[in-house]
């Protein structure tokens, strides 16, 4: 019976010293970075894509009025997600 009790004590003591161990989640509660291709097509990095940056990262013309919902011409990041996703 005691070499069951040690095994008991053992299995209640190892998710204690595996949550020590664990990555703490607040990283996974941030904003969420922009995703690369985003990153990426904005060359000048003022964080929108201008048509110019659009057409040289491979982006259709009509890809591009398409998701520019405002039509300020330039693709914002929610308006990049439409484009790529
Ligand atoms: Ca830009
Ligand atoms: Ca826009």
């Known amino acids: 019976m005691s070499i069951l009790k ?4 053992l299995v209640l003591l190892m998710p204690l010293v595996g ?9 996974l509660n941030k904003t969420k970075p922009p995703p690369s291709s985003f ?3 904005d060359i000048n990095k ?21 998701a520019d919902k405002d039509k300020n011409g330039r ?9 790529k996703f």
């Open 6 to 9: 040690t095994v008991m004590v």
């Open 19 to 27: 949550g020590a161990q664990t990555p703490s989640s607040v990283e």
């Open 39 to 41: 990153v990426l097509a």
């Open 46 to 66: 003022d964080g929108q894509i201008s048509r110019e940056e659009a057409q040289k990262a491979g982006i259709p013309n009509l890809s591009f009025e398409a």
């Open 75 to 83: 693709l914002n990041l929610s308006e990049w997600t439409v484009l």
